[in-house]
């Protein structure tokens, strides 16, 4: 310990600058792989939940991007005559949300309602951290059960009652909350699985037949841009996709099990792929220049390291030395990334972004910890190369002569 | 060059140096100009280009590494020139004027790839302005050698 000491005080901090250099090219491989390991993690977290919903048999809905959408044209009369076909013919999983209600609450946040029906509830089979699951079976003038987010459970406990006075049926509804839903429960975007948005501060409303034939329009046409159709055939959709025309002036898209599985490949595994080879191109440049970096601090202090090893320091001691200094510079970076990312989470609670809010040891979640290993396995393998390379050319050049200089 | 304190090695460490800040600012320009249809890759890039002038600005240090060890390696020749005849002005002018040759043609070589690209050829004049001030900062440096 007291070499290092030494070695720190009087040799590397005396060039300090070759230090904030490597620290710098480490924090950018750190962040950049930061980065790219929690976006590959995210997206194969919304491909892993879209798994539920893209099963065999099923069809996703998608407004084509051609289809001219003119509200004036479309009037309830034509959403409900939809949801009645729909209702007599076919199963479908539904879900909405982004619907902001004002809802008080202990942290002031703003309150989203995600609506589902019971097709789509038990696709996504969500987990609870208290109480039962959601009941179906309720009438609009009761009290309508709910679960709730964990942020939202602070104010309104399994139990407890919630009163919306603007609602999409039109009425004052009241809420009763049954469950909580677990810390961080997630719904990841179809169309870009990278992107999530968390239930913290969410109550899942659940919707039946006669909820959405009280709905107001909105509530029914947004339904509709993301229905999923189970168990169907090809025909059984182009039937569906022929009552939406006839009825809303809308050209549905609907997409099998194979065609979102070709779909991702080909968009989302190209994007994944386009993002891998930047990532391993800026690294490599990276430790290319941090090899560099290296090379000139022995160049630099190639005399002290060698009157060190004249009076007795061994190689192996010196190899010690070079990876608890490097591993000292690795942890700063770490430092570094683990406090701008707790800062950027901490940053949604100061702007009060409930879709972003999240819990977690530090701010951080689960996601955030598994990058962040990523990291530490980079540090490790970029320490090695940079502490062997240091050695080697040490050792290469002879004791005497590096005395002299 | 004779009297040049740069060496073949040291003029090609200092243009790849250069090379690699212009590099890094033309890669995210050129990102700028793609017309990216996937969101993955858009909110990929997005921390990186929002904080483009910090993170080109932090790259640059990679130019002070480069005077401070071509400083710190030259300091006994510097001096043995100086014991021979030579004046610490003019070592200091010639310092100064090779790094801006090498810094001039790494500069004309990056307006270039611009202009094939059809980019803002003024995109690189932050980039230009900061190794000119580490220049003068490296080039004082020289003058204090005089009293090894």
């Known amino acids: 310990m007291k070499i290092f000491k030494y070695f720190i005080s009087k040799i590397f901090l005396r060039k300090a600058v070759l230090g904030i250099s490597m620290i710098l090219l480490l924090c950018m491989a750190n962040y950049i792989t930061f980065t790219s390991s929690r976006s590959i993690l995210s997206t194969f977290q919304g491909y892993q939940e879209t798994k539920y919903i893209n099963q065999e048999g099923n069809y996703i809905a998608n407004l084509d991007p051609d289809s001219h959408m003119d509200m004036g044209l479309i009037n309830e009369n034509g959403t409900q005559a939809v949801y009645s076909y729909l209702n007599s013919y076919y199963n479908y999983a539904f879900y909405v949300d982004g619907f902001i209600v004002s809802v008080p609450n202990v942290d002031d946040m703003e309150v989203h309602l995600s609506y589902m029906n019971e097709k789509y509830y038990k696709l996504k089979q969500f987990e609870l951290l208290q109480g039962v699951d959601l009941s179906f079976d309720y009438q609009l003038d009761d009290e309508i059960p709910v679960l709730v987010g964990k942020g939202l459970s602070k104010t309104y406990p399994v139990g407890s009652t919630i009163r919306i006075e603007e609602s999409a049926i039109g009425l004052p509804i009241t809420l009763k909350v049954k469950g909580v839903l677990k810390q961080n429960a997630y719904h990841s975007n179809y169309y870009a699985l990278n992107s999530k948005t968390y239930y913290n501060f969410s109550i899942l409303f659940p919707v039946n037949k006669d909820f959405i034939n009280h709905a107001n329009i909105d509530l029914q046409l947004n339904g509709l841009m993301d229905i999923t159709i189970l168990q169907t055939s090809e025909e059984g959709v182009a039937d569906l996709s022929e009552v939406l025309k006839d009825n809303l002036g809308l050209d549905f898209n609907f997409f099998s099990q194979k065609e979102n599985y070709d779909y991702f490949n080909e968009y989302y595994l190209h994007s994944l792929k386009i993002m891998a080879t930047i990532t391993f191109v800026l690294l490599a440049v990276i430790t290319c220049i941090s090899v560099w970096n290296a090379l000139v601090s022995v160049r630099l202090m190639l005399k002290d390291f060698t009157i060190n090893l004249l009076v007795g320091l061994s190689y192996s001691k010196l190899r010690k030395i070079f990876y608890i200094y490097f591993g000292m510079l690795s942890f700063i970076n770490l430092a570094v990334v683990f406090i701008f990312t707790a800062f950027n989470r901490y940053g949604c609670w100061i702007r009060k972004d409930a879709t972003f809010v999240t819990y977690g040891l530090f701010g951080l979640i689960g996601m955030d910890w598994l990058a962040l290993l990523v990291v530490v396995l980079l540090d490790i393998i970029i320490g090695i190369m940079i502490v062997e390379t240091m050695l080697r050319k040490i050792k290469r050049i002879p004791i005497s002569l590096g005395v002299l200089q | ?148």
């Not at chain 2, 073949?8 to 700028?32: H, M, T």
């Not at chain 2, 790839?113 to 003024?122: A, S």
Request: aromatic share 18%; glycine share 0%.
């Open chain 2, 1 to 148: 060059m004779k009297k040049s304190l740069f060496r073949p090695a040291d003029i090609l460490e200092l243009s790849a140096v250069y090379i690699l800040c212009f590099s890094l600012n033309f890669a995210f320009d050129y990102v700028k100009t793609i017309d990216l249809d996937s969101y993955i890759l858009k909110s990929y890039f997005r921390p990186f280009l929002e904080y483009q002038l910090l993170i080109v600005i932090l790259f640059t240090f990679i130019v002070v590494v480069f005077h401070y060890q071509m400083l710190c390696r030259k300091k006994a020749e510097v001096f043995c020139r100086i014991l021979v005849g030579d004046t610490a002005f003019h070592i200091t002018i010639r310092y100064a004027m090779d790094c801006l040759l090498v810094l001039m043609f790494v500069y004309l070589l990056s307006t270039l790839v611009n202009v094939y690209w059809n980019f803002n050829l003024i995109s690189n004049l932050h980039l230009v302005a900061i190794f000119i001030t580490y220049i003068l900062i490296s080039a004082w440096q020289v003058r204090k050698y005089e009293n090894f």
